[in-house]
């Protein structure tokens, strides 16, 4: 005869479980946390008190059913059957069956209450761990179901009588486990509606004890964004405005909202973008050098940034993947910096925390994927990533250019140095006459005194490598055989970056140059076959052809002669003269294009000759200035002028001026002109050629003053000439008699 049993379960197996199912106090806490995530909550408080932590959300609570089958059951079903959640359709994070187990890992008595709205009356759950002993049935420990009166929808689990001491690297450990889990911060106010998700934010504190007042451990902006270098933002409008802004930036002033428009670089209107609307980016910026964050700051950032830095995207409140995961390189930020050599500032997806918030919920600008992974390309994407791009570049270029300044703009250090070691010159001479005066006066001392004061007195003044004229004396001669090594090594990487910047400046006039040849003897060649007398037509483009072959061969001679110069290392005296006549042969031909009256003056008599320097030098001035006027004049809509003078200065000095009717230089902007990667210029999109990306980047002007300071002259923004806008002034020293 056979009997019917059944399974019995110890009671003991709790605590088994609650310590294999959960080896960590972390791992335990995090769980917990992210039952409020499922839940739909967007905003939980960690509490940590004497002997308690609180966890306290303001998700949808739990009804006596669910908090019967979902909690008290073991090995519920409940999360299998709905694996996202009700509200904000998220895919749920709780590891099945875990959470009971973790509030029994981290203490020996629970206290849970919820409640699914504000009015009615809420439940509280209490279970005391200790009395599931080994020994006794499971079904056998009772666990007490009561109510609570209305409060805040939500749910507040505390744990009491805790096993584990918690320190505060735990607690951000804890956190930086839930990063994944949580929009950074918010950008833009998002509409509260349903199925709007608004994010989910985790707070940690600790109670202050005394006075009962709770101090924060962790938070997203304690751990990562009060220790940012800079904000960068910006806003697109319903007319498809866009502005941009700079601010707390910690190595410079902030800069205000201002328009900008990826594609047009130079206006200082620019138009509404076409098809983009209602976009809001805020993104941090960090810098991840050791000197620049405290120690354990930095670690902690940096660890923060490796695993999660970058700009994400989210469109009506929702996370948008790919974008912004790691390896996702969807602004091309880290292409840009290991590509660009301008960029010399961090500018790599690790030094961003970012989100850009898209607001389109008729789906008009932006159009996901059939598999939901990513958006297709449509003009509004192109739009935002070459906005987003260009403002991020942007704001890089003037951080970098405040974190390089100068104490004062356009001072060289060239002088400096001079001065410096005439001082030790002149403390050289003045200690020798010391210490020979010295020697005097104890020769004499000695005479009078006998032969032991004379061996004393020997042994006292020491011997010739102790005198501290002698030390000073080859320390200048080291110094100054230093500084004639790094002044040539210098003089190469100057000539370096010279033809680099002369060829990316007019590579891509040229370029255009050529396609326009190739376009219009395409259409000769289609008007030839047709040919047939007095057809102007045909006549008007062989015409233009020729005009611009013409000019195209005047851009080239005037390139090659300068890449012959640079070719030639010796030194020896410029005519400026003749620089400035074969730099107008070499433009002019340009500059009637974009319709310039360029015009020149020199001396008929006086070729004006500098000291010794290269030849392609006074040449790369003359250009960089050209480059600048010409971006000046597109932003005008006046007469375009440029001209060129040149004479004798003050002293003899060979004096250079630059004027131009451009759209000028403001008056907080002149001191700082010649400093290296200042520009007033939009970055260039991350797609655009090599000499669109180093145009604009604030090196052209401070290659000029490395040329004009390393020859022993200056340079600076002067008073233009009457009818003109702007005037850069260049002072080079006159070759000598002798």
Not at 239 to 245: D, K, M
Not at 255 to 277: E, F, K, N, T, V
Not at 478 to 503: C, M, S, V
Not at 705 to 722: L, N, T, Y
Request: charged share 30%; hydrophobic share 40%.
């Amino acid at each position: 005869m056979s009997e019917k049993l059944r399974f019995t379960t110890d009671a003991g197996l709790i605590d088994r479980l609650g310590r294999e199912l959960v080896g960590r106090q972390e791992t335990a806490l995090i769980e917990l946390v992210k039952n409020s995530f499922d839940a739909d909550a967007w905003e939980v408080k960690v509490t940590l008190e004497t002997d308690a932590i609180v966890i306290a959300d303001n998700g949808t609570g739990m009804t006596r059913e669910e908090l019967i089958a979902g909690f008290l059951r073991l090995a519920s079903t409940l999360k299998v059957k709905e694996p996202r959640s009700r509200i904000f359709n998220r895919q749920r994070a709780g590891r099945k069956g875990i959470g009971r187990f973790a509030t029994q890992r981290l203490g020996k008595a629970l206290r849970l209450s919820t409640w699914i709205n504000d009015d009615d009356p809420g439940l509280e759950l209490v279970v005391d761990w200790r009395k599931f002993e080994s020994g006794r049935d499971l079904n056998e420990v009772p666990v007490y179901l009561g109510e609570e009166p209305p409060s805040k929808m939500g749910t507040v689990i505390r744990i009491e009588d805790l096993r584990d001491e918690w320190s505060d690297s735990q607690i951000r450990r804890c956190w930086r486990g839930l990063l994944a889990l949580q929009q950074p911060f918010p950008v833009a106010p998002v509409e509260r509606r349903p199925g709007n998700d608004p994010g989910f934010n985790v707070t940690f504190l600790r109670d202050g004890g005394l006075f009962d007042d709770p101090q924060l451990v962790v938070d997203f902006q304690s751990e990562i964004l009060d220790h940012h270098h800079a904000l960068i933002e910006f806003r697109v409008s319903e007319e498809g405005v866009a502005e941009w802004r700079l601010s707390q930036n910690r190595f410079g002033p902030d800069r205000g909202w201002s328009r900008i428009h990826h594609d047009h670089r130079d206006s200082a209107d620019p138009p509404p973008y076409a098809s983009l609307r209602d976009v809001a980016m805020k993104t941090h910026y960090f810098i991840l050098a050791p000197d620049l964050l405290p120690s354990l700051i930095y670690s902690r950032v940096r660890d923060a940034l490796r695993e999660e830095g970058g700009v994400r995207l989210y469109r009506n409140g929702f996370r948008v993947v790919p974008y912004g995961e790691p390896g996702n390189d969807w602004l091309r930020l880290d292409q840009i910096y290991s590509q660009r050599g301008v960029v010399l500032a961090p500018i790599a997806n690790r030094n961003f925390f970012g989100v850009i918030e898209v607001q389109d919920p008729e789906g008009r600008q932006f159009e996901e994927h059939t598999s939901r992974e990513g958006l297709i390309e449509t003009n509004s994407f192109r739009e935002l990533t070459g906005l987003a791009t260009a403002v991020l570049v942007t704001a890089v270029n003037r951080i970098s250019e405040d974190r390089g300044r100068k104490t004062s703009a356009g001072g060289s250090t060239q002088q400096k140095a001079t001065d410096t070691l005439d001082r030790l010159r002149n403390v050289a001479r003045a200690t020798k006459a010391a210490e020979e005066a010295r020697d005097s006066e104890n020769d004499a001392s000695k005479a009078t005194q006998g032969p032991d004061a004379a061996r004393e007195g020997n042994e006292s003044s020491g011997g010739e490598e102790g005198n501290a004229s002698n030390l000073i004396e080859e320390s200048i001669a080291l110094i100054e055989k230093q500084r004639a090594e790094l002044a040539d090594e210098a003089a190469l990487l100057r000539l370096l970056a010279t033809l680099g910047l002369t060829t990316s400046e007019f590579s891509h006039e040229t370029g255009m140059t050529f396609e326009a040849v190739r376009m219009d003897f395409q259409s000769v060649f289609e008007a030839a076959l047709a040919a047939r007398a007095g057809d102007d037509e045909f006549a008007g483009q062989a015409e233009r052809a020729n005009a611009m072959l013409s000019r195209l061969d005047a851009l080239t001679a005037y390139l090659n002669e300068l890449a012959s110069a640079r070719s030639v290392r010796e030194l020896s005296p410029v005519s400026v003269s003749k620089a400035i006549g074969e730099f107008e042969i070499g433009v002019k031909k340009l500059a009637e294009k974009a319709g310039i009256d360029l015009t020149i003056d020199t001396p008929e008599y006086d070729p004006l000759y500098t000291r010794p320097m290269h030849a392609a030098e006074v040449s790369s001035v003359l250009l960089n200035f050209f480059s600048n006027s010409l971006k000046a004049l597109r932003r005008t809509e006046g007469a375009r002028c440029i001209h060129v003078a040149a004479g004798r200065g003050v002293g003899g000095q060979i004096l250079i001026r630059f004027n131009d009717t451009g759209d000028g230089i403001p008056v907080e902007s002149r001191e700082k002109v010649f400093d290296l990667f200042f520009t007033t210029r939009i970055a260039a999109p991350a797609d655009a050629s090599n000499a669109e990306q180093f145009s604009g980047t604030g090196l052209g002007l401070w290659i000029v003053h490395q040329i004009v300071s390393k020859a022993g002259g200056d340079a600076e923004v002067g008073e233009p000439d009457v009818g003109f806008t702007t005037c850069l002034e260049v002072r080079l020293p006159a070759e000598e008699e002798d």
